[in-house]
């Protein structure tokens, strides 16, 4: 992987509306995370974009056979896509370097090849998923018949904006049903390029669309639209609602939520150590924090505490931030500085309340964009604010306990429930904490994604309703 020249990458700035670039609606500057510097300018789309945009869609889904066709024809369509995202891997991770936190060599060999990947995933479940015949009466016969919603409006956040759209679009393209989707104002571009490559590699023009803008109003006009049928959202819980309350104000529909986590890292001293070390900096570290699975709670067995909080120490001490242009960045800057205000107020409150910063805690300076160093937090309990809120940045809190259930009752949160790590040498202990923790996906002695897209994720609590990939997300 080499550096790029961030002024040399070429992209749309509009809507992408029935395969059409669309300039329409007031425009806003959108600057570049890792030096702050304004490079491009977005139209935000009203409430007429909006529909311009579900008119397109549902235009498309009857005019292009997209949903009648043979299935194994939209499973091939999609797969030509898959290899065209894997083609253009440099063009599409240098646009998406440039305009997120993911660092170039990140961007290509991680995120657009999972992007890639994860549509060949979602192709070939076109022609898997019939219904089935149900056990009725036996002089009758009923058959439960699977079908598209039609159009699906979604949703995306700023902190993976490849990755998340193709968890949004993969599925719903696979079942026969266009999309309008929204990526966040921070982070704009990459998801048009993605779009038009669906239409280069045969999708029908208006099966993917994109209507850019702001939350509140475009998407908030995407949300209440009449014309979609089913609305997939990911971002913090606050605003999870607000879809949530728009849909239902104009009619009834299913909304699939993948919110906020505060997810605990639940390590027992019979841990192995330096694994354990590994996964919870690893964690930490990967996109500065700035995703939802983030392990964001270290709760340690009091026995290796000061041993396990030295090897992280070790492991944290040495970053490499820098602009995510840069082949050689490995540490992704913080998306935007209200971002890091956010980041900056939640440590300035939990230190008001005893916190203890035994690493990090301050901004690093000297890059134009901010960026945030990896920050170690004692002298918390379950009321301090950083124990309590979505940091979405690389801060880790760190409790004690004494036996099995204590941690287990320390690694419950009142509000989140999305992910969890255990770390224990006794698999009947991992397993134990596995059925007892209400998180939707539980890690044992590791802490990470894989290209295993079988495996739904989703949270329990207010980290949100239904599931992304797997078989529950087609
Ligand atoms: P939001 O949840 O506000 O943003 C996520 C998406 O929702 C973006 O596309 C945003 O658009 C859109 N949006 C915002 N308001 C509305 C609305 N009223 N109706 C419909 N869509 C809306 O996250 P923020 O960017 O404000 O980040 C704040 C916090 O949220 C973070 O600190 C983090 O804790 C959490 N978060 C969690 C994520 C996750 O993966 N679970 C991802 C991102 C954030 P736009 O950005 O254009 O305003």
Aim: overall charge negative.
């Amino acid at each position: 992987m080499s550096d790029f020249a961030p002024d040399s990458v070429a992209f749309a700035t509009g809507h992408y509306i029935g395969g059409e670039v669309v300039q329409a609606g007031e425009r806003i500057d959108v600057a570049r995370p890792s030096d702050g510097a304004a490079y491009a300018d977005l139209p935000i789309a009203d409430a007429d974009i909006v529909d311009r945009a579900v008119a397109s869609a549902t235009k498309a889904v009857a005019a292009s056979g997209w949903a009648s066709q043979p299935p194994r024809e939209r499973a091939r369509a999609l797969r030509r896509w898959a290899d065209l995202i894997e083609e253009r891997a440099v063009e599409l991770g240098r646009l998406e370097a440039l305009g997120s936190t993911r660092p170039i060599a990140q961007a290509v060999t991680g995120d657009v090849a999972s992007v890639a990947e994860g549509i060949r995933f979602f192709s070939e479940w076109a022609d898997k998923l019939g219904g089935e015949v149900a056990a009725t009466r036996h002089d009758n016969l009923g058959m439960i018949v699977s079908e598209p919603y039609g159009v699906v409006g979604a949703i995306t956040p700023w902190n993976f904006p490849l990755s998340m759209a193709s968890w949004k679009v993969g599925p719903a393209l696979a079942a026969g049903n266009a999309i309008v989707l929204k990526p966040s104002e921070l982070t704009p571009f990459s998801t048009v390029r993605l779009a038009e490559l669906a239409v280069e590699a045969g999708i029908p023009a208006g099966i993917f669309n994109v209507v850019q803008g702001n939350g509140v109003v475009t998407g908030d006009a995407l949300s209440r639209h009449p014309g979609i049928a089913k609305l997939s959202f990911t971002g913090s819980t606050r605003t999870g609602i607000a879809v949530m309350k728009a849909a239902a104000e104009t009619g009834i529909k299913p909304v699939t939520l993948e919110l906020g986590g505060k997810s605990p890292q639940l390590v027992f001293a019979d841990a192995d150590l330096d694994r354990a070390a590994a996964c919870i900096a690893g964690s930490l570290l990967a996109n500065a924090g700035q995703a939802c699975v983030a392990g964001s709670r270290l709760i340690v067995q009091r026995p290796v505490m000061e041993e396990l909080v030295a090897r992280l120490k070790a492991r944290l001490a040495t970053v490499a931030p820098g602009p995510t242009w840069k082949a050689a960045t490995s540490y992704a800057p913080i998306i935007s500085e209200t971002q890091a205000r956010r980041i900056d107020d939640i440590l300035e409150r939990s230190r008001l309340q005893g916190a203890e910063c035994l690493l990090g805690g301050t901004r690093i300076e000297g890059h134009g964009g901010a960026f945030y160093q990896p920050t170690l937090l004692a002298g918390v309990t379950a009321q301090t604010a950083a124990v309590r809120e979505e940091i979405f940045g690389p801060v880790l809190t760190i409790q004690a306990f004494d036996d099995e259930a204590e941690g287990l009752s320390l690694a419950d949160h009142p509000e989140y429930g999305l992910a969890a790590g255990v770390y224990t040498a006794d698999l009947g202990r991992g397993l134990r904490a596995m059925r007892a923790l209400k998180a939707g996906t539980v890690w044992i002695n590791r802490y990470s994604r894989t290209l295993d897209f079988i495996l739904p994720t989703g949270g329990y609590k207010s980290s949100g309703i239904g599931k992304d990939l797997g078989r529950q997300a087609v």
